[in-house]
């Protein structure tokens, strides 16, 4: 499956890709800085939580005789490949890329190798707690031994084929001392996002998966808000209205979400990049706090209430999929015309087919649908509609 693709057949995800394909790139001031970090160094960064892992790169690949190779090369102080580490803040650093070999040696040092069935379950104490406590490193269901599997030339053996971290004897010590060479980026200007390190993670990560917007902020922003959105992605009428039971492997369903989110706090920071717009809610939202949380929910949960008879079919438009145009243009309005104090009644399909259909609003949805004018304009004539349909019921 490409980037560009989802699960979820019944969505129309190129209103979600256009900002992508369209949008114009910032320009940035960053520093960048290389440090020459020894293994000893990049281990306790790694148990002390101040080297962290993104979530989206989900699990260690490498098998032993990879591994081994890459620890041989440090032995013999042959060159090895940098690592981009993103500085969040005073001794706090994201692997923009290079896990594999940061991991590499993080695991020989402890002596340990992770079993394959296994490494899904370690991220997530890699995530919650910066290294993997003894206890866990010391668990047979878990790991196995980590002794170096080297090739031999015809009749002479690798002198380091079968040794441990333990057993390295006189090259334990070159071992420790070894350098990696890490260019720690910090982004300068715009000082008020993230945007820079967003970029990096899109273009620069050579793990072997192109991410999509979404996926990152998954890992960027994570936070008490973006678990809740797991939640509210699990809705029974949302899956409905989707016209899918699963969530979208690439996190296309929550995307729709999170704009719609986005859009509900208002327009006014708006710059006609849709992704940067989020991208800055985002931000934002990572100091949301429960009561924040709570109140959104409650708003989403509510504005399912009212889909009560809508279905798979109610936020398609001409392409015959769901629009994600037109779900986050009438979930946005509905808020605001309950914010005024209107009474808003359950919502009818007929309304919602009109509003996208509506020859004024189908133009917004066009090419540069992401524009300022066209966004401005598409929740202003779906506010008009709505209103109106509204008004109208007795």
């Known amino acids: 499956m490409s980037e560009q693709e989802s699960d979820i057949k019944n969505l129309e995800i190129s209103e979600l890709d256009e900002d992508e394909a369209t949008g114009q790139i910032d320009e940035y001031e960053i520093v960048a800085s290389p440090n020459d970090f020894n293994t000893r160094t990049i281990n306790s960064f790694i148990e002390e939580g101040a080297i962290k892992i993104p979530p989206f790169q989900r699990n260690y690949v490498w098998d032993r005789k ?16 940098q690592v981009f580490l993103y500085e969040e803040g005073n001794n706090d650093f994201l692997v923009i890329d290079g896990q594999q070999r940061l991991m590499t040696v993080f695991f020989f ?38 002794k170096l599997s080297l090739p031999s030339l015809p009749g002479q053996t690798n002198r380091f ?3 441990a971290y333990k057993t390295l004897d006189r090259y334990k010590r070159q071992f420790d001392l070894r350098t990696i060479r890490n260019i720690i980026v910090k982004q300068v200007n715009p000082a008020d996002d993230d945007s820079a390190m967003f970029e990096m993670f899109n273009r620069l990560n050579t793990g072997g998966v192109n991410l999509n917007p979404q996926e ?21 009428k949302w899956r409905e209205l989707l016209g899918s039971s699963d969530p979208d492997s690439r996190m296309k369903d929550m995307e729709v979400i999170l704009r719609s989110l986005a859009l509900r706090e208002g327009t006014a920071g708006y710059a006609g990049s849709m992704t940067g717009f989020v991208n800055r809610f985002c931000k934002s939202s990572k100091k949301f706090d429960q009561a ?18 809508c279905d798979r079919t109610t936020y398609q438009t001409g392409s015959g999929r769901f629009s994600p145009l037109l779900f986050e243009s009438v979930y946005v309005t509905t808020l605001h015309l309950r914010d005024q104090g209107r009474a808003v009644p359950t919502l009818r399909p007929e309304w919602i087919t009109q509003i996208g259909s509506d020859p004024d609003w189908a133009k917004t949805t066009h090419e540069g649908s992401t524009k300022t004018t066209n966004v401005t304009l598409r929740l202003e004539k779906t506010k008009e509609l709505l209103a109106e349909f509204v008004g109208g019921v007795a």
């Open 66 to 81: 990879r591994a081994s190779k890459l620890i041989e090369s440090l032995i013999l102080g042959l060159p090895v490949p």
């Open 109 to 146: 040092a402890k002596g340990r190798f992770p079993r394959k069935e296994k490494r899904s379950i370690l991220r997530k104490f890699f995530n919650s707690e910066g290294g993997i406590s003894e206890e866990i490193l010391a668990d047979d269901d878990y790991f196995e031994p980590f």
């Open 161 to 163: 084929n079968g040794l």
């Open 216 to 236: 990152i902020r998954a890992s960027l922003y994570h936070s008490r808000f973006f678990e809740s959105l797991f939640d509210l992605n699990q809705q029974n």
């Open 292 to 309: 924040k949380v709570s109140k959104t929910e409650g708003e989403w949960s509510w504005f399912m209430s009212l889909n009560r008879d």
